[in-house]
């Protein structure tokens, strides 16, 4: 009995494919692994050198990047709906 199972991101039908098989190729599941995530919004964002430096200084402590710090704090501290312009 072929499987009558659709690839969830091209509707190729999965015939001869694997019983539990969702796409119909690994660029397939890419894309729809790609599409389900969250867009990023690029943000530029102007510090005074003094601030950067701490910024800097405290994720060299933690051994983090300096962007995954910026965003841990303003994700932590910012309301949900907080519109800066």
């Known amino acids: 009995?072929?499987?009558e199972k659709q690839c969830r991101?091209?509707?190729t039908h999965l015939i001869n494919r694997r019983s539990h098989a969702?796409?119909?190729s690994s660029a397939c599941r890419s894309k729809t692994?790609?599409?389900?995530?969250e867009p990023l919004v690029p943000v530029?964002?102007?510090?005074?050198?003094?601030h950067f430096e701490r910024l800097?200084?405290?994720?060299?402590?933690?051994?983090?990047?300096?962007?995954?710090l910026v965003v841990t704090r303003s994700i932590s501290s910012a309301p949900a709906a907080t519109v800066v312009c």
């Not at 692994?33 to 995530?37: C, D, F, I, L, V």
């Not at 530029?44 to 003094?50: G, I």
């Not at 800097?56 to 995954?68: G, R, W």
């Open 1 to 3: 009995m072929p499987n």
């Open 9 to 11: 991101f091209c509707g």
């Open 22 to 24: 969702k796409h119909c």
């Open 33 to 37: 692994w790609r599409g389900k995530q």
């Open 44 to 50: 530029k964002l102007h510090f005074r050198l003094h």
């Open 56 to 68: 800097k200084h405290e994720a060299l402590m933690q051994n983090i990047p300096i962007e995954a």
